[in-house]
């Protein structure tokens, strides 16, 4: 299958969570045997107009990123790739207008991957009318598809396909340490630690251990609020970790606490569950974390800092894993057949 994918910004240009799903997908297909082009703005220093990376082609289709260019340019280079299947970014917003236009060109239907990243304009008719043109919409999660629904697309024209994991990976990370409690999340205005440090606190009196992974503005406001709340001496804060430690760290861990305010797909959540964990959830309106745990017995979703406290007492009647081959079904292997069930179903 020939696939073009549509991406005037990629993650050398910025690395988001919504440029990095879409370059993974094509390179997973790419590794399938599928022929694979991401037209982009050019992020490379010489003179070439493409660049071969992990099996994937980059065309530039600007000098770095010129949206009125770049939208002007991308309808007759779909045209003349002639792909089985188009699939576009969302952002800039024109460029999912340009992409209708190719793929009508191309006689190609067209995808679009909806994440974090994708907010346009709901007030501007040109996003309600994008939206619900392409052949499907693609989000990773419920919480997502709603909002897309929200801006114009349809039941029919929308899809879930989650985030993936490598299972190889866990399988080949050694466990850290055991702790009971393992918490990860950038330290921004989003991370919601409060209500976890509050729950800690509520068993002062009880043996436990607590790792936090991240850093970012609030990492100080929050080591002071723990020593504060005299529980110093049992949680440790380690910074930003890559990911073989973050996997050694979950694998070493009982619990992981889910409690930011705001994840499109909370993918430290299912990192963790992978490696063993059991997931406490404090449900909050802007997230999709509780649709992990839906369906799963090692789990509790809260609502405060008490039932937080009462659920990470109630977790250690589960035996303590460094796998569970329950989330098998989000392997990068399992996942890109998603994606590919979603291509043959628009062809």
């Known amino acids: 299958m020939r696939v073009a994918f549509v991406a005037m910004e990629t993650s050398r240009h910025e690395g988001t969570p919504a440029t990095r799903r879409l370059e993974r997908v094509a390179r997973l297909l790419a590794d399938r045997g599928h022929e694979v082009t991401v037209?982009?703005?050019?992020?490379?220093?010489?003179?070439?107009?493409?660049?071969?990376?992990?099996?994937?082609?980059?065309?530039?289709?600007?000098?770095?990123?010129?949206?009125?260019?770049?939208?002007?340019?991308?309808?007759?280079?779909?045209?003349?790739?002639?792909?089985?299947?188009?699939?576009?970014?969302?952002?800039?917003?024109?460029?999912?207008?340009?992409?209708?236009?190719?793929?009508?060109?191309?006689?190609?239907?067209?995808?679009?991957?909806?994440?974090?990243?994708?907010?346009?304009?709901?007030?501007?008719?040109?996003?309600?009318?994008?939206?619900?043109?392409?052949?499907?919409?693609?989000?990773?999660?419920?919480?997502?598809?709603?909002?897309?629904?929200?801006?114009?697309?349809?039941?029919?024209?929308?899809?879930?396909?989650?985030?993936?994991?490598?299972?190889?990976?866990?399988?080949?990370?050694?466990?850290?340490?055991?702790?009971?409690?393992?918490?990860?999340?950038?330290?921004?205005?989003?991370?919601?630690?409060?209500?976890?440090?509050?729950?800690?606190?509520?068993?002062?009196?009880?043996?436990?251990?607590?790792?936090?992974?991240?850093?970012?503005?609030?990492?100080a406001e929050y080591e002071s609020e723990v020593a504060k709340l005299r529980i110093d001496d049992r949680v440790r804060f380690v910074g930003e970790c890559d990911r073989l430690r973050r996997l050694e760290m979950y694998r070493g861990a009982h619990a992981f606490i889910q409690t930011a305010y705001r994840e499109v797909f909370a993918t430290e959540l299912l990192w963790a569950l992978a490696c063993g964990c059991v997931g406490i959830v404090e449900y909050q309106a802007e997230s999709s974390a509780h649709e992990l745990i839906e369906n799963y017995e090692r789990s509790y979703r809260v609502t405060d800092p008490q039932g937080l406290a009462d659920a990470i007492v109630d977790a250690a009647e589960f035996d303590h894993l460094t796998v569970d081959d329950f989330w098998r079904a989000y392997d990068h292997e399992a996942v890109i057949e998603d994606y590919l069930d979603v291509y043959r179903g628009i062809q």
Not at 89 to 111: D, E, F, H
Not at 119 to 134: C, H, I, N, Q, Y
Not at 153 to 179: G, K, L
């Open 39 to 219: 037209f982009c703005g050019q992020w490379w220093d010489d003179y070439a107009d493409e660049r071969v990376v992990d099996g994937v082609r980059y065309r530039a289709v600007t000098l770095g990123t010129a949206p009125t260019s770049f939208v002007t340019r991308i309808p007759i280079l779909l045209a003349t790739y002639r792909p089985d299947v188009i699939h576009s970014s969302p952002t800039p917003p024109n460029q999912v207008i340009a992409s209708i236009t190719g793929s009508k060109l191309a006689r190609a239907p067209l995808a679009l991957e909806w994440f974090d990243s994708a907010r346009l304009d709901e007030d501007e008719r040109g996003t309600r009318w994008a939206v619900s043109k392409p052949s499907r919409v693609i989000t990773p999660s419920e919480f997502a598809r709603t909002s897309v629904r929200e801006l114009g697309a349809t039941d029919d024209n929308t899809c879930v396909i989650p985030e993936s994991i490598d299972f190889s990976a866990i399988e080949s990370a050694d466990p850290a340490e055991e702790v009971d409690v393992v918490y990860a999340h950038p330290l921004d205005e989003n991370a919601n630690m409060d209500d976890l440090l509050l729950g800690l606190a509520e068993l002062r009196e009880r043996d436990w251990s607590a790792t936090v992974i991240g850093d970012g503005p609030l990492r």
